[in-house]
């Protein structure tokens, strides 16, 4: 059976990894899902992540999970915006900081994926893809 937003797969995966305490988490791999990965490195939302094949042309994500020092995940909520049957689109004057500026919108750009926060710096808007606090 083929899987129609494996996108939302990979969000699932890390918020139940979370829930479970585990430190790590492998997911198929795609490279909308390492620049979205990239973007929570980059937020310290996740300590890091490693591509490796796993069989010819084969290629898996392994996502190393970050918490506090109390052992709390560092991602509170993970959730899909923007679905294959839903999409929802945010122009620059809509874009607002989520939950206070503690938490972020990834956003699919013009200019790439990125967090609301740069996307708001560079005046674009764009795809909804997920939401993080």
Not at 18 to 24: D, E, I, P, V
Not at 59 to 79: D, F
């Amino acid at each position: 059976m083929s899987m129609s937003d494996t996108l939302a797969d990979m969000l699932t995966r890390i918020r139940n990894a979370q829930r479970s305490r585990l430190m790590y988490v492998n997911a198929p791999s795609s490279r909308r899902k390492e620049a979205i990965l990239d973007v929570l490195v980059k937020e310290g939302f996740i300590h890091s992540f490693l591509v490796h094949e796993v069989r010819n042309g084969v290629k898996e994500i392994n996502i190393k999970l970050k918490y506090s020092l109390k052992g709390e995940s560092n991602i509170k909520e993970i959730n899909r915006v923007s679905t294959p049957g839903k999409r929802v689109y945010l122009s620059i004057k809509k874009l607002r900081p989520y939950y206070n500026n503690m938490g972020i919108y990834i956003i699919s750009t013009s200019k790439g994926i990125m967090s609301d926060r740069e996307a708001r710096k560079l005046g674009v808007g764009g795809e909804v893809i997920c939401k993080v606090f």
